[in-house]
């Protein structure tokens, strides 16, 4: 079975500045998808990244890019420019792909505080 | 995008009564939809996957007669938790998957469940 872990409980950034969120993760799949997804107050699950392991050029989207090492069996989220709405919880998650049942394991999480 | 609806967004029921939540995937059809349970300051725990038509499957641990899934069309799936208890209090979200590539899941925006 897989499982991803999050070893960063709470992490806290100022306005404007950069923090990365650590995500490893344990598989003998060769193919999967990779995720961060980002739960604010509303508790809303929102979309933040996705990574496809065949790929080996790191997924960038806006502010929001990750660092994907296969070998190390490791997935960074880094975000820039920290904004007061990127406070929320961010998940890391597994997806081994196998159809439209393909089920997510999600790390326990890492809250984000971004500050003044 | 995809959107996936949630009813009720909260309910509070007396212990020993059954309450039943909705799962809408409004703008797209989903064979399979994914019922999470989430308790505070936690990650969300797989409980089982809903397949139209047929019977849902459900994960380790999970009592299948507690928590009744029926996914009666392409669009719906509901969660009835029978015979609630206080400890079946949570937040339960549900998540289906886009027709698009990527093996993206859109996620309900969930139901906060409080049995007295």
């Known amino acids: 079975a897989q499982t991803v872990t999050q070893s960063q409980p709470e992490m806290s950034v100022q306005e404007a500045e950069t923090v990365t969120l650590s995500c490893t993760y344990d598989?003998?799949?060769?193919?999967?998808?990779l995720f961060w997804y980002k739960q604010p107050p509303s508790r809303q699950m929102i979309l933040v990244i996705r990574?496809?392991?065949?790929?080996?050029q790191n997924a960038t989207e806006n502010r929001f890019s990750v660092n994907f090492q296969k070998a190390a069996k490791s997935f960074s989220l880094k975000i820039s420019d920290s904004q007061l709405g990127d406070t929320a919880m961010y998940f890391c998650?597994?997806?081994?792909?196998?159809?439209?049942?393909?089920?997510?394991?999600f790390g326990t999480g890492t809250r984000l505080q971004v500050t003044l | 995008g995809a959107v996936v609806s949630q009813h009720p967004s909260r309910v509070i029921c007396k212990s020993g009564t059954s309450v039943k939540i909705e799962c809408r995937s409004l703008d797209f059809q989903a064979t399979t939809m994914f019922w999470y349970r989430q308790f505070p300051k936690k990650s969300l725990m797989l409980m089982a996957t809903s397949n139209e038509g047929s019977k849902a499957t459900y994960e380790q641990g999970v009592e299948k007669d507690k928590f009744l899934i029926n996914h009666a069309s392409l669009t719906l799936s509901t969660l009835t938790v029978t015979s609630a208890h206080p400890e079946d209090s949570s937040f339960y979200i549900c998540?289906?998957?886009?027709?698009?590539?990527?093996?993206?899941?859109?996620f309900g925006p969930g139901t906060r469940l409080t049995v007295l």
């Open positions: 998540s289906a998957p886009g027709a698009g590539g990527g093996n993206e899941q859109f």
């Open positions: 998650a597994f997806m081994k792909p196998t159809g439209t049942a393909s089920k997510l394991t």
């Open positions: 990574q496809e392991a065949y790929k080996q």
């Open positions: 598989t003998s799949e060769n193919n999967y998808y």
